[in-house]
């Protein structure tokens, strides 16, 4: 009974390690943000920090393979559409042993909404939830060092015109300090506050008062 346990226990490590060091597929597709429609494009991937491992392609998907515990940019680019790069985290993996990332892209000139970037209720302190996807415009910025952009900040419509105003001014300055932190020259990122004027829902339940208060990336040069 001592000696199967015994066995039982080393076999349990052994699996456990096999698991973690199996080879881990990195899957997406590319798609226009408005139709959802497929898109051709260029895409680029590489390890961070040093980017040894690396390659392209040249479709409207990708998959490949991704070792250890390392990071991974994809960099998205197409005719008629603003760049994007997302970072592809291991830790993210499902139950297939993918991590799956799909890359949405907007025409150029378009605002795309920062999802992921979530403040203190009324005011312009960043959540470190939100660290990663800041650090994907980051990314962005650096591997392609031609790229400017205007940081668009919105709120809802609720209280104080002013107070709105204020605070988008406030939180958009937030982001650029965050971007300027990580390297990103200040002459690159231009901001502008909207406060409540420019709801993207005019209801007044909480689910429209959330999608309004925002933060918008534009890209005004690539």
Known sequence: MKRTLFALLVFIPI?????????IKAEGKITDSR???GIKANIRYSSIPTGSINGRFNDSTFSFSIF????YQITVSAEGYSPRTV???PKDINEENKVIRNISLSPKGEAIVLDHLIFAQGKAVIDPKSYTGL????????????IEIQLEGHTDNVG???????LSESR???????????GIAKGRIKTKAFGGSQPLKNEMTPEARALNRRVELRVLKD
């Open 68 to 71: 250890g515990t390392a990071k």
């Open 35 to 37: 139709t959802g429609q």
């Open 172 to 182: 958009v300055e937030a982001v650029k300090k965050y971007l300027v932190s990580k």
């Open 15 to 23: 699996v456990f390690a096999q698991a973690q060091n199996g080879e």
């Open 135 to 146: 650090d994907e415009v980051v990314q962005m910025m650096k591997e392609n060092e031609r």
């Open 87 to 89: 970072i592809v985290d």
């Open 160 to 166: 104080s015109p002013k107070g709105n105003l204020e």
